[in-house]
Nanobody, 131 residues
């Protein structure tokens, strides 16, 4: 069981990037997926989280940090078994290593921006926003 991340790279302010998070060994739909980031010299912080889908239910609710609300969204592609963090209108302060994490309890829910309950993590991808 693990998470494979994709995306990232160097972009200019105002541009967009999409990060992918693909779990191995289980279906992405039913588990809470969180995104966290750590900027140089700073502590890791929660950025976004989407709760898992209940059996027969609709997609889980999403929550975002104030600093990214309105610019970042989370989607899931069941066919590709991948969750995505779409990041728009990027700013230099968004520069960080981004990690996705999952709570492997069925139909797990997010706990705000906390990493509590997140029991598997990706290795992280670097996003650099600079001119």
């Amino acid at each position: 069981v693990g998470l494979v991340e994709s995306g990232g790279g160097l972009v200019q302010p105002g541009e967009s990037v999409r990060l992918g998070c693909a779990p191995s060994g289980y279906t992405v739909d039913y588990y809470a997926i969180g995104w966290f980031r750590q900027a140089p010299g700073k502590e890791r912080e929660g950025v976004a989280c989407q709760s898992g889908r209940r059996l027969g239910g609709s997609e889980g609710a999403s929550t975002f940090a104030d600093s990214v609300n309105g610019r970042f969204t989370i989607t899931r592609d069941s066919d590709k078994n991948t969750a995505y963090l779409q990041m728009n209108d990027l700013k230099p302060e968004d520069t960080a290593v981004y990690y996705c994490a999952a709570n492997l309890s069925f139909a797990s829910t997010c706990r705000g921006m906390s990493d509590a309950g997140m029991d598997t993590w990706g290795k992280g991808v670097l996003v650099t926003v600079s001119t």
